[in-house]
T-cell receptor, first 113, second 113 residues
Framework: QQQVKQSPQSLIVQKGGIPIINCAYE??????FPWYQQFPGKGPALLIA?????SEKKEGRFTISFNKSAKQFSLHIMDSQPGDSATYFC????????????FGEGTQLTVNP | DTGVSQDPRHKITKRGQNVTFRCDPI?????LYWYRQTLGQGPEFLTY????????KSRLLSDRFSAERPKGSFSTLEIQRTEQGDSAMYLC???????????FGEGSRLTVL
């Protein structure tokens, strides 16, 4: 019930490509879905988040697509750059739980020059 | 710097020793969280505070672990009688009650020899 499944585990794209990372959840009580970016040796940094009342959210080159009926959401990175190379985590929480996040296992993205 | 601050950044200890980590959250944030992250995995929730009250503890938090937030500001996480399996990155995060957006510190890496 608390699991968030993330795929793929790793992803390699060329500069300018559009990597897509997918997540699926089971708990229908989840109502807040953030994405975090983590560089080696650093803590996760909030990238973008969505609530289930919208199907898409864009912030700069980052877009979340959300499918409530399928219980899936995905991150798209437009015009990817080598500086986007990092590990990306999806997460979810029922806000009534005090925002305790359940994280996916992460996707290691490499953007080649 | 007004972000979440953690100290020490890296601790190496021998099995059986006690260690303590400190977290200073963003000053106006009333919620504080502790997570643990092992290599190649997403962060796992340990516990969280709202002001000085510890509201939830994960089953991951064995009797050897204790966390405090005595005045609703900084927090400490103590691990007694460390084991090699405790080796991980310990992440602290804070948030405002109203937004639920978690901001993470850079973590305290524990290595138990």
């Amino acid at each position: 019930q608390q699991q968030v499944k993330q795929s793929p585990q790793s992803l390699i794209v060329q500069k300018g490509g559009i990597p897509i990372i997918n997540c699926a959840y089971e708990n229908t009580a989840f109502d807040y879905f953030p994405w975090y970016q983590q560089f080696p040796g650093k803590g996760p940094a909030l990238l973008i988040a969505i609530r289930p009342d919208v199907s898409e959210k864009k912030e700069g080159r980052f877009t979340i697509s959300f499918n409530k009926s399928a219980k899936q959401f995905s991150l798209h990175i437009m015009d990817s750059q080598p500086g986007d190379s990092a590990t990306y985590f999806c997460a979810a929480t029922p806000q009534t739980s005090g925002s305790r996040l359940t994280f996916g296992e992460g996707t290691q993205l490499t953007v080649n020059p | 710097d007004t972000g979440v601050s953690q100290d020490p950044r890296h601790k190496i200890t021998k099995r059986g020793q006690n260690v303590t980590f400190r977290c200073d959250p963003i000053s106006e944030h009333n919620r504080l969280y502790w997570y643990r992250q092992t290599l190649g995995q997403g962060p796992e929730f340990l516990t969280y505070f709202q002001n000085e009250a510890q509201l939830e503890k994960s089953r991951l938090l064995s009797d050897r672990f204790s966390a405090e937030r005595p005045k609703g500001s900084f927090s400490t996480l103590e691990i007694q009688r460390t084991e090699q399996g405790d080796s991980a990155m310990y992440l602290c995060a804070s948030s405002l009650l109203s937004t639920g957006e978690l901001f993470f510190g850079e973590g305290s890496r524990l290595t138990v020899l």
